[in-house]
């Protein structure tokens, strides 16, 4: 069983100035409001939140419909968007694991993983027990997939009334408070140099490679933090 408890903590850490509630749900409004645009019912909008919970998956699965690509095809793209997760959820479940806890537990909330959930995990599970951090993941993670179901309905009965400039703005909220975050948490050398070496780098590799710049900014950033920052923090 869920210890209610913990669960709850993991619910409420969506309250306050932190909570990732606001800029999910402004991305998801906008995502609600393309995929109108893009031909899909209220339904089948509702449900690729449901079901996929991943806005660039999302985007990528929508407009690879649009141009026609064939079902394999829209799979192995959503796929490639998606393997972003992996990482982390190889640095967040070990961190949660207990052996009293079943198994289902973990498979059922790999679900929820997100880059606004998981922020909030790494930032608060120290202060959980370590026998119900699995319960306080699945609290956040509850609240920010049911966030961005709801606001996936809203942003498409709201679509008629939002002009482009509008869902440009609300598509980036979310990344830019993904970067503030990443500013608070720069509390150690690695953590520090992966978010300098990345925003300097990415506008650098740009100007060589557009299609690249992200991917090869953030693999360089990151591994000399691992390499570099994780030595000078005794690891």
């Not at 990151?222 to 030595?231: I, N």
């Given at each position: 069983?869920?210890?209610p408890?913990?669960?709850?903590?993991?619910?409420?850490?969506?309250?306050?100035?932190?909570?990732?509630?606001?800029p999910?749900?402004?991305?998801?409004?906008?995502?609600?409001?393309?995929?109108?645009?893009?031909?899909?019912?209220?339904?089948q909008?509702?449900?690729?939140?449901?079901?996929?919970?991943?806005?660039?998956g999302?985007?990528?699965?929508?407009e690879?419909?649009?141009v026609?690509?064939?079902?394999v095809n829209?799979?192995?793209?959503?796929?490639?968007?998606?393997?972003?997760?992996?990482?982390?959820?190889?640095s967040?479940?070990?961190l949660l694991?207990?052996?009293?806890?079943?198994?289902?537990?973990?498979?059922?909330?790999c679900?929820?993983l997100?880059?606004s959930?998981?922020?909030?995990?790494?930032?608060?599970?120290?202060?959980?027990?370590?026998?119900?951090?699995?319960?306080?993941w699945?609290?956040?993670?509850?609240?920010?997939?049911?966030?961005?179901i709801?606001?996936?309905?809203?942003?498409y009965?709201?679509?008629?009334?939002?002009n482009?400039?509008?869902?440009?703005?609300?598509?980036i909220?979310?990344p830019?408070?993904?970067?503030?975050?990443?500013?608070?948490?720069?509390?150690?050398?690695?953590v520090?140099?992966?978010v300098?070496?990345?925003t300097?780098?990415?506008?650098l590799?740009?100007?060589?490679?557009?299609?690249?710049?992200?991917?090869?900014?953030?693999?360089?950033a990151?591994?000399?933090?691992?390499?570099?920052?994780?030595?000078?923090?005794?690891?």
């Amino acid at each position: 069983m869920i210890n209610p408890k913990t669960f709850l903590q993991g619910l409420k850490s969506l309250k306050g100035s932190r909570s990732p509630a606001i800029p999910l749900g402004a991305c998801f409004i906008a995502l609600g409001a393309l995929l109108k645009d893009a031909g899909f019912n209220l339904q089948q909008s509702a449900a690729s939140s449901l079901f996929t919970y991943a806005l660039p998956g999302q985007l990528v699965m929508a407009e690879s419909l649009l141009v026609g690509a064939s079902i394999v095809n829209i799979f192995i793209a959503v796929w490639l968007v998606n393997f972003r997760l992996y990482p982390m959820t190889v640095s967040l479940f070990p961190l949660l694991e207990h052996k009293s806890q079943p198994k289902w537990k973990y498979y059922l909330s790999c679900h929820f993983l997100a880059v606004s959930s998981w922020l909030i995990a790494k930032d608060g599970y120290q202060k959980i027990d370590k026998k119900h951090r699995i319960d306080f993941w699945i609290g956040i993670g509850i609240g920010t997939w049911s966030t961005a179901i709801i606001m996936t309905v809203v942003g498409y009965l709201s679509a008629d009334y939002l002009n482009k400039d509008m869902l440009i703005g609300l598509a980036i909220v979310n990344p830019v408070y993904f970067f503030c975050m990443m500013i608070g948490a720069m509390k150690n050398l690695s953590v520090s140099i992966a978010v300098i070496g990345g925003t300097l780098l990415g506008p650098l590799i740009y100007l060589i490679s557009t299609e690249w710049a992200l991917l090869f900014a953030g693999i360089i950033a990151g591994t000399t933090a691992f390499l570099f920052g994780g030595k000078k923090n005794g690891k």
